[in-house]
T-cell receptor, first 112, second 115 residues
Framework: ETGVTQTPRHLVMGMTNKKSLKCEQH?????MYWYKQSAKKPLELMFV???????ENNSVPSRFSPECPNSSHLFLHLHTLQPEDSALYLC???????????FGPGTRLTVL | AQTVTQSQPEMSVQEAETVTLSCTYD???????LFWYKQPPSRQMILVIR??????QNATENRFSVNFQKAAKSFSLKISDSQLGDTAMYFC????????????FGAGTILRVKS
């Protein structure tokens, strides 16, 4: 595997389910990010981890819970989501210091 | 807070022609970075070009170049010799120099290259 990978690529869940999104980066970077991409809205930064420490939490509802066990892995735990949470969730990584972010292919989430 | 505005929701261009995508931003920072990202229909976002605000020279990457006007807070992308593979959503993004490398994105411009 190269670059940034995300699993699953597609996820359909009910509002009472608990699921997790996984992101893995194979680039040796020290920062990882979760973004939400909804139709006709700019990408919204959700969480930033740098050196495995959370440095940003953009007023994201508590039904989204991130976890960064090491610099290569990032999870987004989901529980009791709402239909408006349906979106493409993108993971990215970078080397801290003003460098570009490398994105994964995203997880298309549908909440029924 | 920084904002990024892309005023063109959709653009079309004929193959082999040139097209310019507009981007303006608002910031009080002096040191920052600007990016253009491309998101093809397959959804993988990739970097097209990057500009450091302290550099006066406009960045160029093969057929892609920018017109960076710092005083006007404008950062347009020019695509020369457009190819069918350039069809994608293009996002302009801003990053200020700070711990965490947080990107602020514009709403995007859909570019369609026609044969």
């Amino acid at each position: 595997e190269t670059g940034v990978t995300q699993t699953p690529r597609h996820l359909v869940m009910g509002m009472t389910n608990k699921k997790s999104l996984k992101c893995e980066q194979h680039l040796g970077h020290n920062a990882m990010y979760w973004y939400k991409q909804s139709a006709k809205k700019p990408l919204e930064l959700m969480f930033v981890y740098s050196l495995e420490e959370r440095v940003e939490n953009n007023s994201v509802p508590s039904r989204f819970s991130p976890e960064c066990p090491n610099s290569s892995h990032l999870f987004l735990h989901l529980h009791t989501l709402q239909p408006e949470d349906s979106a493409l969730y993108l993971c990215a990584s970078s080397q801290d210091g003003g460098n570009e972010q490398f994105f994964g292919p995203g997880t298309r989430l549908t909440v029924l | 807070a920084q904002t990024v505005t892309q005023s063109q929701p959709e653009m079309s261009v004929q193959e082999a022609e040139t097209v310019t995508l507009s981007c303006t931003y608002d910031t009080s920072e002096n040191n920052y970075y600007l990016f253009w990202y491309k998101q093809p229909p397959s959804r993988q976002m990739i970097l097209v070009i990057r500009q450091e605000a302290y550099k006066q020279q406009n960045a160029t990457e093969n057929r892609f170049s920018v017109n960076f006007q710092k005083a006007a807070k404008s950062f347009s992308l020019k695509i020369s010799d457009s190819q069918l593979g350039d069809t994608a959503m293009y996002f302009c993004a801003f990053m200020k120099q700070e711990y965490g490398n947080k990107l602020v994105f514009g709403a995007g411009t859909i570019l369609r290259v026609k044969s």
